[in-house]
């Protein structure tokens, strides 16, 4: 399975994990936590790449 990118604050992450794919095809996947993503993207902005561990949205790359 291939990891969805997803544009935040001007630059495209990846997830690893943290989103539940959906049948629309206007939206393939939900996001868990999007606000706190937003959040940890700002404060992590040499992030490329995150993931949801243990209710918390942490850069992986």
């Given at each position: 399975m291939?990891?969805?990118?997803?544009?935040?604050?001007?630059?495209?992450?990846?997830?690893?994990?943290g989103f539940e794919m959906t049948h629309s095809s206007s939206k393939p996947f939900a996001i868990k936590a999007k606000k706190q993503l937003e959040e940890a993207a700002k404060r992590h902005q040499d992030a490329v790449a995150f993931g949801y561990v243990l209710g918390k949205w942490v850069?992986?790359?």
């Open positions: 291939s990891c969805p990118t997803v544009d935040l604050d001007k630059k495209k992450v990846i997830l690893l994990n850069p992986a790359a």
